[in-house]
């Protein structure tokens, strides 16, 4: 069965930081790996999803994440946060030839001014 | 378009009440899916639907049925509210396919039970 574990229910930064936001993952296939994001009183809205056609995803707002086989790894990404960044953060794992997608806990992403 | 739109956005039930929660999608989604996030545990699916007139259990259906009468419409009832059924319910619908397969969200529902 696969599982999302999300590194870090609450992260900080500053604005213009670095943000970095860990997911690890765990599939006995290859999965397809998602990174939703949810901002205040709204639903949740993709960022990016791994297709296996690029390890490197580009998604929007310049967030990029990595998927790294050999760590089980596919962090989140953006090499300037702005304040408009501050929401939570949801990966996801969908396996191939399955109908569901799990989600981790989540992530809150705190910008301090 | 509306994208995935949800009915009601708030309710307040006392215990042993029962409701309906209305779910609609207008862009021919094969895939229609219930959840529910709780604090610091993410989504969890009660139920989905790979079509029209089929349905299938989630992570967490107990205490709730869903009909899928017809492929725009995914309705979510609890038919005896209890206080752990207090969430927030998202629908959300996607393509289908075993693929990459992006899920879109309506805005949620915000239930409490008393």
């Known amino acids: 069965a696969q599982s999302v574990t999300q590194l870090g229910s609450h992260v900080s930064v500053s604005e213009g930081a670095l943000v970095l936001l860990r997911c690890n993952y765990s599939s006995s296939v290859p999965p397809y790996l998602f990174w939703y994001v949810q901002y205040p009183n709204q639903g949740l809205q993709l960022l990016l999803k791994?297709?296996?056609?690029?390890?490197l995803v580009k998604g929007i707002n310049g967030f990029e994440a990595e998927f790294k086989k050999s760590e089980t790894s596919f962090h989140l990404t953006k090499p300037s946060a702005h304040m408009s960044d501050a929401a939570e953060y949801f990966c996801?794992?969908?396996?191939?030839?399955?109908?569901?997608?799990?989600f981790g806990a989540g992530t809150r992403l705190f910008v301090k001014a | 378009n509306a994208g995935v739109t949800q009915t009601p956005k708030f309710r307040v039930l006392k215990t042993g009440q029962s409701m309906t929660l209305l779910c609609a999608q207008d862009m021919n989604h094969e895939y229609m899916y219930w959840y529910r996030q709780d604090p610091g545990m993410g989504l969890r699916l009660i139920h989905y639907s790979v079509g029209e007139g089929t349905t299938a259990k989630g992570e967490v259906p107990d205490g709730y049925n869903v009909s899928r009468l017809k492929k725009q419409n995914f309705l979510l009832g609890l038919e005896s509210a209890a206080p752990s059924q207090t969430s927030v319910y998202f629908c959300?619908?996607?393509?289908?396919?075993?693929?990459?397969?992006?899920?879109?969200f309506g805005p949620g529902t915000r239930l409490t039970v008393l």
């Open positions: 791994y297709t296996s056609a690029a390890t």
């Open positions: 959300a619908s996607s393509p289908g396919g075993q693929g990459a397969d992006t899920q879109y």
């Open positions: 996801a794992v969908r396996t191939t030839g399955g109908f569901k997608t799990i």
